[in-house]
């Protein structure tokens, strides 16, 4: 099993970014997928999650309005679109699977938002 995340970079306060993370060795349109940060001196924090189908979404109130989760089934990828970026936004964001009780990674990628 793998995930990997790409598209993190610096950014202005009230631009835009958009994640990708390609996963690969399960079944992938099987299985929700979720979205965590990761800010400097803090612990990890969720961030949104979707459904198999992408029917179904849930965000954490810090991003609910500003970020959108969706996923490509056919390209075994799962995406994050980041507007009207904040500072507090800062931070490595991380793909998960969760596959029967394990966690599993990806090394994330930085999002850094300053003017």
């Known amino acids: 099993v793998q995930v990997v995340e790409s598209g993190g970079g610096l950014v202005q306060p009230g631009g835009s970014l958009r994640l990708s993370c390609v996963a690969s060795?399960?079944?992938?349109?099987?299985?929700?997928m979720r979205w965590y940060r990761q800010a400097p001196g803090k612990g990890r924090e969720f961030v949104a999650r979707?459904?198999?189908?992408?029917?179904?979404?849930f965000y954490a109130g810090s991003v609910k309005g500003r970020f959108t989760i969706s996923r490509d089934n056919r390209k075994n990828t799962v995406y994050l679109q980041m507007n009207s970026l904040k500072p507090e936004d800062t931070a490595v964001y991380h793909c998960?699977?969760?596959?029967?009780?394990?966690?599993?990674w990806g090394q994330g990628t930085q999002v850094t938002v300053s003017s």
């Open positions: 979707i459904s198999s189908t992408g029917g179904d979404t």
């Open positions: 998960n699977a969760l596959l029967w009780g394990h966690d599993y």
């Open positions: 060795g399960f079944t992938f349109s099987s299985f929700t």
